[in-house]
């Protein structure tokens, strides 16, 4: 699966909920979303810092 594929599948389920679920939810949801998604992309950079570290 490329990673443009999951893009236009996120975006994809996205606009179905949306549609299913109440606008101040989805912002509720997107908040949380994007924490989350901060949170993994900082992971993933201390995990490459760390790696350099090692060797």
């Given at each position: 699966?490329?990673?443009?594929?999951?893009?236009?599948?996120?975006?994809?389920?996205?606009?179905?909920?949306?549609?299913?679920?109440?606008?101040?939810?989805?912002?509720?949801?997107?908040?949380?979303l994007?924490?989350?998604?901060?949170?993994?992309?900082?992971?993933?950079?201390?995990?490459?810092?760390?790696?350099?570290?090692?060797?």
């Amino acid at each position: 699966m490329k990673a443009s594929d999951k893009q236009s599948f996120d975006e994809d389920g996205l606009l179905i909920v949306r549609n299913l679920v109440p606008r101040d939810v989805m912002e509720h949801l997107r908040c949380e979303l994007q924490d989350y998604q901060t949170a993994i992309e900082t992971g993933r950079y201390w995990q490459l810092v760390s790696k350099k570290a090692v060797r």
